[in-house]
């Protein structure tokens, strides 16, 4: 009988990290779900961020998306809101690889 050898470990861990930002006129908080993978022989972690989800405040109140939308559309023109959220999704990401405990070096 052969000797069973063990080749690879891989741990994946489910993280969720919430994050707020104040915009002036309102206020946004973050929502980023990721996967973090740790291979054993390797000192860095692998993100894999799955969702971004933001919600809009006014007066510290939670406000409907399409509202938001529709308020953001007329405030600065037509198709600026996608950009909009794109770029804010973009910093959130950004902000969430800055802050993890999980490094990737």
Do not use: C, W
């Not at 779900?33 to 961020?49: A, G």
């Not at 308020?71 to 910093?91: C, I, R």
């Amino acid at each position: 009988m052969s000797k069973i050898k063990k080749l690879e470990e891989i741990t994946d861990f489910s993280v969720y990290t919430k994050f707020s930002k104040d915009e002036g006129m309102f206020q946004i908080e973050a929502n980023v779900y990721s996967m973090v993978t740790n291979r054993v022989d390797s000192p860095r972690y692998d993100h894999d961020i799955t969702d971004i989800e933001i919600g809009f405040f006014i007066n510290n109140k939670s406000v409907k998306h399409n509202g938001f939308k529709a308020l953001y559309t007329q405030l600065f023109g037509e198709n600026t809101f996608n950009d909009y959220y794109a770029k804010k999704s973009e910093e959130f990401e950004q902000a969430y690889l800055k802050t993890t405990p999980y490094k990737t070096k």
